[in-house]
């Protein structure tokens, strides 16, 4: 399984994905929002790891417009904003799940699962001719 974290802070980038690889996830780190989005839209992740205050693009945007591309890769949004008009603007603009730091590591990887236990895809195959579908 690949997870991207995209998260400005190295200590705590680099002290999640030294966790995630002892539970045997392969990590990609981005240090700031273009770079993230970048990975985020070229790669092949199966979950992304998202911080919301990012040099260069944040986090929200980043999310929009992973969804806008219809990039359907599970999100969770891992950030010191706390509040509930932040956690519903993340969920709203597209974001699959919502942590706040700081975090216990155990709920970390229980979310992990979770979200990665959802089928990839939820679309069906449909035929449209004009109006009708």
């Not at 690949?2 to 780190?29: C, F, M, R, S, T």
């Not at 359907?72 to 942590?99: F, R």
């Amino acid at each position: 399984m690949k997870i991207l974290i995209v998260e400005d802070e190295h200590l705590i980038a680099n002290a999640i994905k030294k966790g995630l690889e002892q539970e045997h996830y392969v990590i990609d780190v981005a240090y700031d929002g273009l770079e993230g989005f970048d990975l985020a839209s070229s790669g092949d992740y199966d979950l992304i790891l998202l911080d919301l205050m990012l040099p260069n693009m944040n986090g929200l945007e980043i999310c929009r417009q992973l969804r806008n591309e219809k990039n359907q890769v599970p999100i969770l949004i891992l950030t010191a904003k706390s509040q509930l008009e932040d956690k519903i603007n993340g969920l709203n603009c597209g974001a699959d799940d919502y942590l706040t730091k700081p975090f216990a590591f155990e709920e970390l990887l229980a979310r992990i699962r979770a979200l990665t236990r959802r089928p990839q895809s939820t679309t069906t195959d449909s035929l449209s001719v004009g109006d009708l579908s």
